[in-house]
């Protein structure tokens, strides 16, 4: 599975929009751009994925460059409870669904 | 649905002891997994099952073992605890189709001394 690349952090004012970006140069064609969140110990919590097309879910955007070597994750209105690690991950489809997980980008929504 | 439920929430082992980290789901999902989190690491698979009476490794088995005689359970075995394997132990399960999202359980921690 291809490899990513985030911000280790970022700060974001509550009620602004978050968008964290991810990297993942040597994706191919066939893998998928995952994000999950971890809220401080909990387990981690999916959010979106996609494959070339940008997606919209009831929590986020995700947005995928054409060459699909970068996306970004987009929190319309940060709040305090988005406060948490993002973790973005491609991977393979299949059945394994083996998710290899990085060290992610701490976000704090300020107040 | 309780959604994946793990067993313990917390445990102190001494170094050598076994024990057994207990993992249930009840979606009737196919695939599952075990990964560990260390401080200021993301998180590391051990083990995953793609379905019952299959296993294989992930990327940190050493130490570790798992069997999956049920859909509904993939218990982690410690068969001599090492203090190497103080963490905090998540197990995961997902329908096992390409694009179906994992579920997290709430995690383990463990503390070997």
């Known amino acids: 599975d291809a490899k990513t690349t985030q911000p280790t952090s970022m700060d974001c004012a509550e009620g602004r929009a978050a968008n964290l970006p991810c990297n993942h140069s040597?994706?191919?064609?066939?893998?998928?751009v995952y994000w999950y969140r971890q809220i401080h110990s909990q387990g981690p919590q999916y959010i979106i994925h996609g494959l070339k097309n940008n997606e919209t879910n009831e929590m986020a955007s995700l947005i995928i460059t054409e060459d699909r070597k970068s996306s970004t994750l987009i929190l319309p209105h940060a709040t305090l409870r988005d406060t948490a690690v993002y973790y973005c991950i491609v991977r393979v489809g299949g059945a394994t669904n083996k998710l290899i997980f990085g060290t992610g980008t701490l976000l704090a929504v300020q107040p | 649905n309780a959604g994946v439920t793990q067993t313990p929430k917390f445990q102190v082992l001494k170094t050598g002891q076994s024990m057994t980290l207990q993992c249930a789901q009840d979606m009737n999902h196919e695939y599952m997994s075990w990964y560990r989190q260390d401080p200021g690491m993301g998180l590391r698979l051990i083990h995953y099952s793609v379905g019952a009476g299959i296993t294989d490794q992930g990327e940190v088995p050493n130490g570790y073992n798992v069997s999956r005689s049920t859909t509904e359970d993939f218990p982690l075995r410690l068969l001599s605890a090492a203090p190497s394997q103080t963490s905090v132990y998540f197990c995961?399960?997902?329908?096992?189709?390409?694009?179906?999202?994992?579920?997290f359980g709430n995690g383990t921690r463990l503390t070997v001394t």
């Open positions: 995961a399960s997902s329908l096992g189709r390409y694009n179906s999202p994992l579920h």
């Open positions: 040597t994706i191919s064609g066939n893998e998928y």
